[in-house]
């Protein structure tokens, strides 16, 4: 049983849309808010943290409801094509309201229901792979979905370099031609999965095959019976069973620290748009130059650094990353203006935050499997979720009512508290085998 490759990067396309998205609305909302409607950092902060406060309900609400869809289209497609219609059509309405004259409470109620229209189609447009992918193929396939995201995001960054030019004031930023831009990159990238994807077509073709395995299933051949090792499965009862205190004492700390580094790191990727221009009056959107230094690195990073994780374990492969962001956040927090150099500590933030994602997740699963899987994995995320709510808000304040120069030493902070707990998870560390192919190692839950 082979990845069918192409249509894996068609489906990835729904993916690339919403990464897309996510990088402007991480970049440029706060930006918009700050200059256009002058709302403080505080609650500049407020706005940023909605997409996750909503994200705990709207994805698994959908995602749940799209399970239990059954149209001429399939599952997912409905979910998918209304969510980006819907999501289009308000992005365009911001495209009038982002101006001084404007309603700051309409372009945040429009904001709302752009947040909304997102988490309609998130959970459904991610669903999609693990439905169209038989059981065996889905590590090579979500590395694939992951690609294609970054690729989304990497589209924005350099629109924003080539398209988006400041005014001497801010205020007066003309956002049109970059909105535009990533309206079409939307709806052309939906537009090639509705029309290349048939859905319900392809999930019969794969059943007939055997390739949607679960529990219970016979397996007439041992390229078939592949499907058991891809399969999480228990002996009954086994769910239930107490978690040692040991263990559970190492799963606390760990989720502890992953609260802690998405704190730090959700801090600069949410305000570093703004602090550039604040600290060091760098303007023309140079930050884009950085954060895209950042992504390329980090993608770049990921196949060495599962071959030093198969070396030296998951634990210490976090600790050196967690230790190569914390010293990069300080250094490039000394600086007192802008210079080509930083864009070296941002490849090595970019480095260091892939060697985490890499392994936290796969640590948390190690760690919960004498227990529910499942739980633990809502679990991570909840903790994840949290910092990204949390930290937009407690950072803003500090950046409103100290200093912006308070936005590094601040990340620096949390990634070290991230490594003190880190340095208490005692289990869930196993140095992983090599992965069968090289696409694999970019298999990441983040």
Known sequence: ????????????????????????????????????????????????????????????????????????????????????????????????VARPSGSLAFFVAVLLFLLIAMGIYRSPAVSLMPDLTPAPCRSSANAIINLMGTLGGIYILVMIKLLLKEADDPAKTNYIPLMISLILFMLIAVAVVVLTIREKKIKDEISKE????????????????????????FEEGSVTKMMPKEVKRSLIFLLVSVFLWFTAYNAVTTAFSRFVGEVWNLHDN????????????????????????????????????????????????????????????????????????????????????????????GTYYTFSMAAQVFTPIFSGFLLEHVSYKTLFPYAFIFSALSFCTM??????????????KLIENFDVDD
């Not at 309900?57 to 219609?85: C, H, W």
């Not at 976090?318 to 490039?332: E, F, Q, R």
């Not at 340095?423 to 069968?436: N, S």
Request: charge should be positive; glycine fraction near 8%.
């Open 1 to 96: 049983m082979k990845l069918n490759t192409k249509r894996t990067i068609l489906i990835g396309f729904a993916f690339m849309s919403i990464c897309a998205f996510w990088q402007f609305y991480d970049n440029e909302i706060p930006k918009i808010l700050k200059y256009t409607f002058n709302l403080g950092e505080t609650f500049t902060g407020v706005v940023m943290a909605l997409d996750n406060v909503l994200a705990l309900f709207l994805l698994p609400l959908f995602g749940s409801v799209s399970d239990r869809t059954n149209t001429r289209i399939g599952k997912r497609m409905p979910f998918i094509i209304i969510g980006t219609v819907l999501a289009t059509f308000l992005l365009t309405i911001l495209i009038v």
């Open 210 to 233: 055997g390739g949607l395995c679960s529990l219970g299933d016979t397996f007439d051949d041992e390229e078939d019976a592949e499907c058991i090792k891809n399969t999480e499965s």
């Open 286 to 377: 140079a930050y884009a130059t950085c954060l895209l230094v950042a992504t390329i690195a980090a993608t770049l990073a990921y196949v060495p650094i599962a071959m030093v994780s198969s070396k030296i374990g998951r634990r210490k492969t976090i600790l050196i990353g967690i230790a190569i962001m914390g010293a990069s956040y300080i250094i490039t927090g000394m600086y007192p203006h802008f210079s080509a150099s930083i864009n070296i500590f941002f490849a090595l933030v970019g480095i260091g935050w892939a060697a985490i994602n890499v392994n936290s997740y796969p640590m948390v699963v190690e760690m919960s499997k004498a227990g529910d899987i499942g739980k633990f994995t």
């Open 423 to 436: 340095l208490m998870v005692k289990h869930g560390d196993v140095k992983p085998p090599k992965k069968e």
